[in-house]
Nanobody, 123 residues
Framework: VQLQAFGGGLVQAGGSLRLSCAASGLTFSYYAMGWFRQAPGKEREFVASINWSGGSTYYADSVKGRFTISRDNAKNTVYLQMNSLKPEDTAVYYC?????????????????WGQGTQVTVSS
């Protein structure tokens, strides 16, 4: 199983980025997907989750209204659209797959993780 996250970069505060995570080696539609992030010196934290069909989503309060998670099961890809970015959004962003299929905010339940993509928001 491989999860490849990409799309990170350097952006000014108020800007936007779209992260993608391409999955291979698993039946993508059997898995819920999540995005997590980890800033230097901090623990990994939940960002957003989407269930197997895309019909249910859940967000951390810190990103609600600014970030949107979505998925395309035909392309085995999950996305994270990030708008109105803030310097405190700076972190390495990871995608993860959870075979329980429903949304989940705790990292311990996820079965597979991507390698992470750096997002840096300048003030």
């Amino acid at each position: 199983v491989q999860l490849q996250a990409f799309g990170g970069g350097l952006v000014q505060a108020g800007g936007s980025l779209r992260l993608s995570c391409a999955a291979s080696g698993l039946t993508f539609s059997y898995y819920a997907m999540g995005w997590f992030r980890q800033a230097p010196g901090k623990e990994r934290e939940f960002v957003a989750s989407i269930n197997w069909s895309g019909g249910s989503t859940y967000y951390a309060d810190s990103v609600k209204g600014r970030f949107t998670i979505s998925r395309d099961n035909a392309k085995n890809t999950v996305y994270l659209q990030m708008n109105s970015l803030k310097p405190e959004d700076t972190a390495v962003y990871y995608c993860a797959a959870d075979r329980r299929r429903s949304i989940a905010a705790t990292p311990g339940g996820y079965n597979y993780w991507g390698q992470g993509t750096q997002v840096t928001v300048s003030s």
